[in-house]
Structures are given as structure tokens and as C-alpha cells.
């Protein structure tokens, strides 16, 4: 016992496994669930206060996502990211996503792209709430949406992997410094100019989104990464 802070689970069995899921991901962002180190589903079962089976569950639901990685007769480990790794997975999204915003902007129609318009202040409210999980999932939401625009589902899915990928550990302490809410600002920027029509502004924007990120992620204490 004692990795995690204790959180009250609902009981019900076919919900049990999400809300298992749910608070490791909290614990991965906040850092309580250290990269390199693995765990138990028994021991961190004891810290829940449930059976083994649904934390083994979800955790295989977090192996699916990248996030941990089984290791034999002892659990899972949390996966490491490292600087080399951060710097390669920025190049491949930037090579990816600054063209396809450019392309997005000149054929997407304008109710499409307003449509990304709630995502986007949904980004901006849950940084400025402290609400990281709701921050990491609008702003999932938001790019992989734009990016479906372009029609290419095979773009999509190379880009959701290397954003499990590279997520990030720590969160909590660049939320504290308030260094969240002018990367979340950013996706309304990014918004107005493709509505604009400016093609060429978007992918700066982009290009200076996908740094901003980067910087972030070089801003936390151990290994890490981010959403952008």
C-alpha cells in the first residue's frame, strides 16, 4: 500500500474497471505513479480498496494506450519517455501536423472548423480549472478532430499514438505554475486563423504550438511528455 492517494470508487462492477483506469491516469499525470517503476494490480488494489481483477483489468486498458507495459509475475511498468524520444516524436507531429493544418484551412468547411470552437475554450476552462484529465482529453479531442478533417484515418491514428506516447508525467507542478493556460490559448489562435482563412498563420501557429509543448515537457523533473 501506499503508492496512491486514496480515491472513493463507485462499487458497481460494469463502471468499476473505467474509474480504475481513469484514476491511474491521474496518477501517471500527477506523478504519483513513477516512469521506470513497476507495480501491482494487488498492491495497488489494497490503495483502491477493491479486488485485483478490475485494477488488472485496467491496467491492460493502459498497456493498450502505451502508458505501462506488462512485466511478467510482477505487474506493469510505468513506460519511460526520454529527451531523445520527446525530440523525435516533436519532429514526426510537426512534419505531420503544421501541412495538414494548412491544407485543412483552405478546404475544411467554416462550420466544420467553428464546430472545434467549444473543444477549444473546453481547453482553455480546464486549464484554468486545474482540471488536468479534462485538459488532456479536449485537447486530444481537438486535434484529432482537426486532423480527421484533412479525411486521411490512417493520419489520425499515427498522430494518437505518438500522443500516448508522449504524454506527460508531472503535470501537476507546470499546472501550479499557471504554465498550462497560455498553451491551451493557443488552440483558439489557431482556430481564428484558420477561419480567417490564413493558411500560412496556421502553420506558424502550429509550428510555435507544437514548440510551446516541447518546452513544457523540457520544464518537468524527470522523464516526460506532454499533449499538445
Not at 509475475?73 to 514526426?92: A, C, H, M, P, S
Not at 499514438?161 to 503535470?171: A, I, P, Q
Amino acid at each position: 500500500m501506499g503508492h496512491l492517494t486514496r480515491r472513493d470508487l463507485n462499487a458497481s462492477v460494469e463502471r468499476l474497471r473505467d474509474q480504475v483506469a481513469h484514476a491511474l491516469r491521474a496518477a501517471l499525470i500527477s506523478g504519483e505513479l513513477r516512469p521506470g517503476v513497476v507495480y501491482s494490480a494487488p498492491t495497488l488494489a489494497e490503495d483502491f480498496g477493491i479486488s485485483a481483477t478490475p485494477v488488472r483489468e485496467a491496467m491492460l486498458d493502459l498497456a493498450r494506450e502505451g502508458l505501462v507495459e506488462p512485466v511478467r509475475n510482477k505487474g506493469f511498468r510505468v513506460t519511460e519517455v526520454d529527451e531523445r524520444d520527446l525530440d523525435q516524436y516533436t519532429e514526426i507531429r510537426a512534419l505531420i501536423e503544421i501541412p495538414v493544418v494548412g491544407r485543412v484551412t483552405r478546404t475544411a468547411a467554416r462550420e466544420d472548423l467553428e464546430a472545434l470552437r467549444p473543444v477549444a475554450e473546453e481547453i482553455v476552462r480546464a486549464a484554468r480549472d486545474h482540471d488536468l484529465i479534462g485538459y488532456l482529453e479536449a485537447d486530444r479531442r481537438f486535434h484529432l478532430t482537426l486532423l480527421g478533417l484533412a479525411g486521411n484515418e490512417r493520419l489520425v491514428e499515427t498522430v494518437g499514438e505518438l500522443r500516448k506516447r508522449s504524454r506527460l508525467y508531472g503535470l501537476t507542478a507546470l499546472d501550479e505554475r499557471g504554465e498550462l493556460i497560455p498553451s491551451a490559448e493557443e488552440h483558439l489562435e489557431l482556430l481564428d486563423l484558420m477561419l480567417a482563412g490564413d493558411a500560412r498563420g496556421a502553420e506558424r501557429c502550429m509550428k510555435r504550438h507544437l514548440g510551446h509543448v516541447r518546452s513544457l515537457w523540457a520544464t518537468s523533473e524527470g522523464p516526460a511528455g506532454a499533449s499538445g
